[in-house]
């Protein structure tokens, strides 16, 4: 081989082997680039648009989270809903579908101070977990997904705290609605439901009459009968548990535990189906 031959070949090898360090750099560089959200990225069920902070603040407030409750947040994105959650003491879980904003949460936990212990984020499809032990749930999502999730959600446990940022159950009216003025430009309304005790049906009164309930979720109609004398149920409402409504010029109060009414105001009645 010549000189000239030999000086060719090895400036050909050092271009080779300088494009091939270049392009594992440059790969390697692409794949330790960290992972950032895009506002309107796409998702599973919903695309991802962050609840501003204040927002996250007033739906918390509205549920009254406290550290004795379990916090699911449906579609959690980024995490702040789980952590702020969690800072307030409760035990919080984050459901959400893509991997990298589920890794993404569990950063920004770290980086809040935030224990595994107390905020959980789970990759995982809302139609396919359960969230049961749930006394809060927080979500913002779109109305079509809701609607879809009622059902699973009216089944809850009475008394579980539902908020929304923004969007509706359909002709489930919240029991509360706020709008955010400050800290907040978009998105800023939130929604807050109570899940109410199931007690449509006939019911037998002590120390007697029947009551025949109808429910419309939390609102309540119907009639009371004692003896000949029927009259309407008027301002019938069920919160959580607790059932009140007019009947004869009367308020009546109780508390519902399955098939059975204890009745609070006035004293000595109660119900059972």
Known sequence: MSASQFTRR??????????????????TQTQTKP?????????????????????????????????????????SGDGRTVITAAKRGARAY????NPDMVELSKKNAAAAGVTEDRATFMRADLFETDFSKATVITMF?????????????????????????????????????????????????????????KVEGAWKMAPGGELALTQTFQKLSGTMRNGANTVPITEGKMHGDEITFKAGGTTYTGHVSGNSIKGTTPNGWSATK
Not at 12 to 20: E, F, G, I, M, P
């Open 141 to 197: 999502l779109l109305p079509d997904i809701n609607l879809k999730l009622r059902p699973k959600i009216l089944d809850m446990r009475p008394g579980t705290r539902i908020v929304s940022n923004t969007f509706t159950m359909g002709e489930w009216e919240p029991d509360v609605m706020e709008t955010v003025t400050e800290g907040c430009t978009t998105w800023c309304t939130a929604l807050h439901w109570i899940v109410p005790a």
């Open 35 to 75: 992972f950032e959200p895009q506002v309107g990225q796409p998702g599973k069920d919903v695309v991802w648009v962050p609840t501003s902070q204040a927002l996250v603040d007033k739906m918390l407030d509205l549920a009254k989270v406290t550290a004795n409750d379990t916090v699911y947040d449906l579609g």
């Open 94 to 97: 984050g459901i959400e579908y």
């Open 10 to 27: 090895s400036i050909l090898t050092l271009l080779l082997s300088a494009t091939v360090a270049t392009t594992a750099s440059g790969q």
